[in-house]
DNA sequence: GCCTGAACGGACCGGTTCGTTCATAGGAGC
DNA sequence: GCTCCTATGAACGAACCGGTCCGTTCAGGC
């Protein structure tokens, strides 16, 4: 037997009632916000009791807290390992571009969130520990690809990474975060599938023609 | 005395009552969101009581309800008053987006209530009587200044007015929506004033050069 | 097998919150 | 001045909800 044995069917098993938790908690807050989201429906859907959101977590702040850090961990887990430098820089900033454009399209419980964060005006995501590492992935790989776009020449050099950060955030969290106040108005639904790849390549265009405005 | 007598200081005023209730509840729904607004809370920084916002309003809903369409129907007004026919395409465009920029600027409630009615999946916007009518005064202005632009050879032909209403929303709803959780993970302040004119002048450069784009 | 501590469940509590009831003050018309 | 109806206020109630208490079960070390 090895030290690290097989992980065979436990009973009793705190890191998968932990995880379950959580799973269940981030669908319940994206979907009906902090003040709205039930203890007592969450636990309801768990297979566990309330009892254990508090043993596990102290409370509902403390839980949402951790769907809060678990949502953004993973996010910048695929920042981290997008590769683009093989890419030539125009062709790397559209393909970043629609990165985050299907990311934010999969993860629609990512999106609420931020926007469920916001209306708190961030003061969870402020305290937490985990803040000060989120910007760094998601600049990184767009600082470099401006650097070289620079360097060849193909974009304007009074351009700051995060401006266009902010650009590329702001379609496809917009996207997300309006679409039913967007239908409501203008009944057009921004995640009709025939839409999508009309709108990936809206942004891939409007970021590039921008960096590379009056370039030829 | 006119027919219409001064309207002086009534001890019982229900104009006057209503008014108040929508002004205090717009800013706390604003605020606290729906599930996290109270209503005994609205009802105290009235000068009334919570009897009277279940005498005009029916409820907590009803009162929701009510403030929505109030903040809907100033952005509105607004927009019908916009002319900008006598500007060129180029510069009406910039001036429209602008204008939109300006509003969102001075009006974060509206924008905030927006982010919270699209958590609750614009369910009351949508059984709203006043929802049809919401479109067009947006989107008759930018209608008009496309085709111009078009029909003076300067903008592109393939574009929808809806798409680029969507991007000059996008870009600024996106600065008063998630401009909190955006200084927590970037330590930058979208609403600083040092950075308003730059903002400003973005949005209508990305705009423009993107209907603009392959042309002279 | 027994003992210890981690993992767990269900009942319960106290404060909060939406909504209602009862009572009445004030103005308009006669 | 009387009456009727709108506008208003204070207090109440019942459901809800976050949080806690007390007791139980299971796994693993010895």
Redesign the pocket.
């Known amino acids: 037997m090895t030290a690290e044995s097989a992980p065979r069917e436990?009973?009793?098993?705190?890191?998968?009632?932990?995880a379950e938790i959580i799973e269940v908690a981030t669908h319940e807050f994206a979907d009906q916000g902090y003040?709205g989201?039930?203890?007592?429906?969450i636990a309801a859907k768990t297979?566990?009791?309330?009892?254990?959101?508090?043993?596990?977590f102290?409370?509902?702040?403390g839980l949402y807290l951790a769907v809060l850090e678990g949502a953004y961990q993973r996010i910048r887990a695929l920042e981290q390992e997008l590769d683009v430098e093989h890419l030539e820089p125009v062709e790397a900033l559209r393909r970043l571009a629609e990165m985050t454009f299907d990311h934010h399209e999969s993860h629609p419980d990512f999106v609420r969130l931020v926007a469920i964060e916001n209306i708190h005006y961030a003061k969870h995501l402020s305290s937490s520990a985990s803040r000060e590492v989120l910007a760094a992935p998601a600049l990184d790989v767009l600082t470099r690809i401006m650097e070289r776009g620079r360097a060849a020449g193909l974009f304007r050099d009074d351009l700051d990474a995060l401006d266009v950060h902010m650009i590329i955030s702001a379609f496809c969290v917009f996207r997300g975060a309006n679409r039913y106040t967007f239908k409501a108005i203008f009944d057009r639904d921004l995640f009709d599938p025939r839409l999508r790849d009309h709108l990936r390549a809206m942004i891939g265009d409007l970021v590039v023609s921008h960096v590379t405005a009056g370039r030829p």
């Open positions: 436990r009973v009793r098993d705190a890191e998968r009632t932990r003040a989201a039930r203890v007592d429906e297979r566990t009791t309330k009892r254990m959101i508090y043993y596990y102290g409370g509902k702040e």
